[in-house]
């Protein structure tokens, strides 16, 4: 990947630039995949397109004081609403992925398989297509948008309040899940620890080892919420569309208790620190980057 689409902060560049450029460069890496250009299956290009948008919600839900809430809910919506166009076309591929990691017999594996390619070939790839040409044309749109957004600010001042709320919410997201684990709530909780981990990528570069090694562990924290939500949905699905009997939920009951069990022992320690303990960590570290054009 370039240099103009790496998704983290060059530190030694102003800030309101740098927010930009990721933007930028999230954009069209999105835009590529979902026009065909990058080599990807349109499976994978779906999936990374949409990992794309997630990642411009983290990057504006950082800069949010700093964009002001007209520019931040306008652009928020438009990337939540691309991703949305793009849901339907990956439903299917996360189900045959989520069966394939079960351990099912193969006689119900093989039925449920054959249920789920019948429902996505239904579907076919037109509409896959077409979801990535009006989503495209989105971002289109937006990247033009990109040269108004309110960006001065080059300081950690500009951050400070978007870090702080998206790890407060998290941790009470967290709270919230640990009490009642139902599908929403779990479900809840796993964005605010995929933008917590989005968050310590961008801010990489002010000390790599610390920052890595906690984006790190939400990277699997939201791997294991994910997964979780992915079953979830399948055995839902199955319900509905299938005759699936007990050796399927009894084994996605199992698998998603060991799921959930991992994610509370990660979660507790990820959100161990108060807000306003944690956002502080960040500028003490923020200001002790080896650079000297920093403010504070």
């Not at 849901?87 to 591929?93: F, I, L, Q, T």
Request: with cysteine; net charge positive; proline share 4%.
């Amino acid at each position: 990947m370039s240099a103009s689409r790496a998704y983290g902060l060059e530190l030694k560049e102003p800030l309101p630039e740098e927010i930009a450029r990721i933007a930028r460069g999230r954009i069209d890496h999105a835009s590529d995949e979902l026009r065909g250009r990058t080599g990807s299956t349109p499976e994978e290009a779906v999936h990374d397109a949409r990992k794309d948008l997630k990642k411009l919600r983290a990057l504006l839900r950082m800069a949010r004081a700093e964009l002001g809430e007209e520019t931040f809910l306008r652009e928020n919506a438009c990337f939540r609403d691309a991703a949305r166009e793009l849901a339907g076309a990956r439903d299917s591929d996360v189900m045959l992925d989520t069966l394939k990691a079960l351990e099912l017999s193969s006689g119900i594996g093989w039925d449920l398989r054959k249920t789920i390619q019948v429902h996505s070939a239904r579907n076919g790839d037109d509409g896959r297509h077409a979801a990535a040409r009006r989503v495209v044309a989105m971002l289109r749109e937006a990247r033009d948008r990109v040269d108004d957004w309110p960006l001065t600010r080059d300081s950690f001042g500009a951050l400070r309040d978007g870090l702080e709320r998206t790890y407060r919410r998290g941790r009470r997201d967290f709270r919230a899940a640990r009490v009642d684990p139902s599908v929403e709530a779990l479900h809840e909780w796993r964005k605010r620890v995929k933008e917590l981990w989005y968050h310590h990528t961008l801010l990489r570069p002010i000390w790599p080892p610390v920052m890595q090694a906690v984006g790190d562990q939400a990277h699997e924290l939201a791997d294991r919420l994910g997964d979780d939500h992915d079953l979830a949905m399948l055995a839902e699905w199955a319900r509905e569309h299938t005759d699936a009997g007990s050796e399927f939920f009894e084994a996605v009951d199992r698998r998603r208790a060991e799921l959930q069990a991992d994610a509370m022992t990660l979660g507790a320690r990820l959100y161990a620190d108060k807000p306003s303990a944690y956002v502080r960590r960040l500028r003490r570290l923020w200001k002790a980057a080896p650079i000297s054009v920093r403010a504070p």
